[in-house]
């Protein structure tokens, strides 16, 4: 069963796991860009700038994920692991969720940039429908792969302890801190964006994401892809305009859902699945949902 902490699982992966979790995805990230931050010249030397399609900017990105790699084999091996990656194979929800994905997510693209007054200005990015892929690829492979430590590890975890509303605040905040040193280093995509919007969005988007993430019983697949529409190349530039429409959407999302939001029973805490469940996809609106 998903949804729900059984006595093994705690054992398996306990709640002080985010201690190290932290430290490693904080320390793994930090500490690349850092190098790059103080020791630009020495670091560039060796490796080369440092862009956003480098490797080892794409290191620093899979921190969490490598995270929760180490933290779930270290406590329950690599059949824990096995059976923690089989959250990658989750994928039912209520259609009103895969609307919002398929549709939502680029209709608050494109509301933002109709807002901002450049959605029929800016050209095209792509020269050619093979650099088109290589982008769509790309982002598919950086950003979405967080998700296996953030909705993945913490977010199950700090569920134990607290209402998803809190839940996903604190996350958020992590989410949004453990971006900042991106924004310091030339080179990244963020060092082109101001922060306290994208700040904003990271609290705003674990705050949806975290509906969804308990509506499809505690699925990576679904947030890594929801992860994935909000970094699409395709869509356009609507900075910050795409962030007032996401706080807009998250406060809907949290109406809708705020007896679920603001009571851990149905919450998802399990890391490891025990067992399977079959259940019933619970609605974009649907607070009242009770996981089984």
Not at 151 to 178: H, N, S, T, Y
Request: charged share 10%; hydrophobic share 55%.
């Amino acid at each position: 069963m998903i949804t729900g902490s059984s006595g093994a699982d705690r054992r398996q992966i306990p709640f002080i796991s985010l201690v190290p979790f932290l430290l490693i995805a904080f320390g793994l990230a930090w500490g690349i860009l850092a190098l790059f931050i103080f020791l630009p010249d020495r670091m560039t030397g060796i490796f080369g700038e440092l862009t956003g399609q480098h490797p080892l900017f794409f290191l620093a990105v899979y921190a969490p994920a490598i995270a929760a790699f180490i933290i779930v084999t270290y406590n329950a091996g690599i059949g824990g692991l096995r059976r923690y990656l089989s959250r990658l194979l989750l994928w039912r929800c209520s259609q009103a969720w895969y609307a919002f994905l398929i549709v939502g997510i680029p209709l608050l693209f494109y509301g933002g940039s109709a807002w901002k007054g450049n959605l029929f200005t800016e050209p095209f990015p792509f020269p050619s429908f093979q650099s088109l892929l290589i982008a769509l690829l790309l982002a598919a492979i950086k950003g979405p792969i967080e998700e296996f430590g953030w909705r993945g590890l913490a977010l199950p975890l700090l569920q134990r302890k607290l209402a998803p509303i809190w839940a996903a605040l604190i996350l958020g905040i992590v989410w949004g801190f453990w971006h900042l040193p991106a924004f310091l280093l030339s080179g990244t995509q963020q060092s082109a964006w101001s922060f306290t919007p994208f700040f904003t969005g990271t609290v705003t988007i674990s705050l949806i994401v975290t509906t969804l993430f308990n509506a499809s019983r505690g699925s990576i697949l679904l947030p890594a892809l929801m992860h994935f529409q909000l970094t699409n190349p395709i869509w356009p530039d609507a900075q910050p305009y795409d962030t007032y429409l996401l706080v807009g959407a998250a406060v809907l999302v949290v109406w809708f859902n705020r007896k679920a939001m603001f009571s851990r029973e149905g919450a998802v805490t399990e890391v490891i699945p025990q067992a399977e469940s079959r259940v019933m996809p619970r609605d974009l609106g649907s607070g009242t949902g009770k996981a089984s």
